[in-house]
């Protein structure tokens, strides 16, 4: 059930009325149900995954925390990582080890047919395994109690609006909230809307009009010029952010109108000023995963250069990996790799050259022209991430640098393999201008509802969930700018209808590209 | 509330859809007539003269 599909619209309204209907004590049942409900409309089968992991876990952590101060502790530790993690590797990697491994024999003159066995890649395993080991690893820690109610840990694991793309929850976050009961609020239900369509305007209308123009240069490669596959990239890199981050604020917004607030997920990745800071704003959930549970253990930035280097490649070659069974996915990892050293290799020199030379790092025009090659150099990691396989992707790369052309004629073929025309380069810009503005929209309803509400979420650490750095207006009781707003989400809805309605037409609801991982 | 302008924009762009319906425009049309419109509300809407001016407009109300 896509967050998209007309199945959603009725299921989604149906769960709220009745959640706020029930009592408290039995809220956690009817979330559960409606969780399990929304994973089974995928495949019915895949419950018995989603239910192996969070029994596992649960059993897990409980013994673990019985099992304090001694080596079982351990041994429990090593059982949910193992089942967990073979879980995920059986699941979504078999067929690619397999391969890998007989693409490896092949190469040492040892004829191997490739073999492949038909099976199905369950939705979001990647997403609540990470979020279930993340539970185990804080109580194996002592950062979080376990769990005593499976009903409730049960809730956290498959809790729908975040289940199948994240964003991938701590302990302390929600399953503090989910434990607590949630009071209806007006403001609360009205600003869980106001996200929900600023991600569906996210996801229907900017990333699925660009996906338009994207998807026939990559199907084309080989006659691609540079200028086109340059734009598809460019395009691309716009389509996943407002994709993945529509994704995560329909699901921040739609747990909003229960009363709990989710982790926000991203937070404007393309005005980075390094690929570090990049990470620090695209998939904040999984970077902090990453960082808490590999980077850290590992040694982090705490044993000399040459190790952090180290530490840097197999953490990006696992979050390669963690996107995909696929050899572009672990480029791709390697790629943000590369430049992550770099920069930490250089920056110390780059800062005594801007010293000596008196270049002010912080003015307006370095920002700038930091932030635009930033984009330069993200635009070849995504054709490398949108590629279908590691052929496709050095084919883009490679055409990339090889396919540059001037003149009319070279101009208007670039136009003519992506599909672009007169009307096309007037949306495609509209929809530039409203992904920047959605943002802040979205922004204004976080700061907004953090304040309106500041003062009820009070037991868990919730203070990164609304990020408040950015434009707080701290007058919203006495904020009547009410008719532009209006005007703001009436537009955007029917943008919505109008483009959600232009993909049912053809037969065809676009599913959310981090639905595969 | 003083300010009928968004409401204005809201008829206006609703007027212009159907003028485009009915002359047979295509859908592409009126995607970029409301997302002109998008555009515009959400700009006035965040540029900080008008929070401003909305604030100041709600004071004077309250005091009055």
Not at chain 1, 317 to 326: E, I, M, R, T
Request: hydrophobic share 50%.
């Amino acid at each position: 059930m896509n967050f998209n599909s007309i199945g959603f619209l009725i299921f989604f309204p149906v769960v709220v009325l009745v959640y706020w209907r029930l009592p408290f004590r039995f809220r956690w049942a009817w979330l559960l149900a409606a969780s399990w409900y929304f994973y089974m409309s995928w495949n019915p089968s895949f419950i018995f995954l989603i239910l192996m992991t969070t029994g596992i876990t649960y059993i897990s952590a409980w013994r673990i925390e019985a099992c304090a101060g001694s080596s079982r502790k351990k041994f429990w530790l090593f059982l949910a990582l193992s089942i967990c993690l073979g879980e995920l590797i059986f699941f979504k990697y078999f067929n690619f080890l397999l391969n890998s491994v007989v693409s490896a024999l092949n190469l040492f003159s040892l004829h191997i047919e490739p073999v492949s066995f038909n099976i199905l890649l369950p939705v979001g395993i990647s997403f609540y395994t990470f979020q279930a080991l993340s539970y185990v690893l804080d109580v194996y820690r002592g950062k979080a109690p376990a769990e005593k109610h499976f009903g409730y840990y049960a809730v956290f694991v498959s809790y729908f609006p975040q289940l199948v793309a994240g964003p991938i929850e701590r302990t302390g976050d929600l399953l503090t909230q989910l434990r607590k009961e949630q009071h209806f609020s007006g403001e609360d239900m009205a600003a869980g809307l106001r996200l929900m369509l600023c991600g569906f305007f996210r996801k229907c209308v900017i990333a699925d009009t660009f996906g338009i123009y994207v998807t026939p240069v990559f199907e084309n490669l080989e006659n691609a010029t540079s200028l086109a596959i340059f734009i598809a990239g460019a395009m691309f890199c716009i389509q996943m952010y407002c994709d993945f981050a529509g994704y995560s604020e329909i699901a921040r917004g739609a747990a909003r109108t229960m009363g709990i607030r989710l982790t926000r997920n991203f937070n404007r990745p393309y005005l980075s000023l390094s690929y570090s800071e990049f990470f620090r704003r695209w998939h904040i959930t999984l970077s902090r995963w990453f960082t808490d549970y590999l980077y850290i253990p590992l040694g982090g930035n705490r044993r000399g250069t040459a190790r952090k280097i180290f530490n840097t490649v197999v953490v990006f070659f696992l979050c390669g990996l963690w996107h995909g069974a696929s050899w572009n996915y672990v480029l791709w990892g390697l790629y943000a790799a590369f430049f992550i050293c770099l920069e930490s290799i250089a920056s110390k020199p780059a800062v005594s050259y801007c010293e000596k030379h008196r270049i002010n790092t912080d003015s307006t025009m370095i920002r700038l022209l930091r932030r635009s090659l930033m984009f330069f150099i993200f635009v070849p990691a995504a054709l490398i991430f949108r590629a279908e396989g590691l052929q496709k992707a050095i084919t883009a790369v490679a055409g990339l640098f090889t396919r540059w052309g001037s003149g009319a004629d070279y101009l208007k073929a670039s136009f003519e393999i992506s599909g672009i025309r007169g009307e096309d380069a007037l949306l495609i810009m509209l929809c530039l201008v409203c992904t920047g503005l959605v943002f802040y929209m979205e922004q204004y309803e976080t700061t907004r509802s953090s304040h309106v509400t500041a003062g009820r979420i009070d037991s868990a650490d919730t203070s990164h969930i609304a990020d408040t750095s950015h434009t707080a207006d701290t007058s919203y009781a006495s904020h009547t700018a009410y008719g532009w707003r209006v005007a703001a989400y009436f537009f955007s809805a029917a943008a919505v209808a109008l483009s959600w309605l232009l993909l049912a037409a053809g037969g065809d609801v676009s599913a959310f590209a981090y639905f595969q991982f | 509330m003083k300010d009928k302008r968004p409401f204005l924009l809201i008829g206006g762009a609703m007027l212009a859809v159907t003028w485009v319906m009915l002359k047979g425009g295509s859908l592409q049309t009126v995607l970029l007539i409301l997302l002109f419109c998008a555009v515009v509300s959400m700009l006035t809407f965040l540029t900080p003269e008008t929070k401003e001016k909305n604030r100041n407009d709600s004071i004077t109300e309250e005091e009055k």
